[in-house]
């Protein structure tokens, strides 16, 4: 999946443009939710018995890993070719993964790195250790240099 798109958290709301959240419709609601604006439960219809599937789901979509808002990272899986560069790159990975600095890849057990190839597609697992999130916090760009594909962008 790429990133997250406003469609997609529409696609799982109620779809009824009831008003009641206070939008006009519901995909104003679901891009006010994409943008962090607005929250899930304040769409009363989502909070329906029979919609209960969706809600999970959507709390599911809209729950950022941790670190991810503070460090604006971004990861497009469409856009990425498995190439690897982000977790050689990337000078933290290198010091929880021996493996990697010596870019034969991450073990697959190892959950301290912050990427892991799996099915030639890059996920981030672990940003708890990137110099944008543990202090002293710094302005680091590399995997984003890096990524031929600009599969990985930096918001900020
Ligand atoms: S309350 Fe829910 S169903 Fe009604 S318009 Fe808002 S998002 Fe759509
Ligand atoms: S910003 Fe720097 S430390 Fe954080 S994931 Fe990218 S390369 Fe690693
Ligand atoms: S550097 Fe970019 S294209 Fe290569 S694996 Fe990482 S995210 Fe994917």
Redesign the pocket.
Known sequence: MGRLNAFQIYKLLPKTNCKECGESTCMAFATKLLNQERKLDECPILLESKYQANYEQLKELLAPAEGALE?G?TLDEDLCTGCGNCVV?????ARVCDACKGGSGPDPSNDKI?FRVLDSKAKIVNLKI???YEPPITN?????MYCPTRAIE?LR
Request: charged share 25%; with cysteine; hydrophobic share 30%.
């Open positions: 460090t990272i790159a990337c000078p933290p990975n912050i990137c110099r944008r680091c760009r590399i995997c984003e930096i």
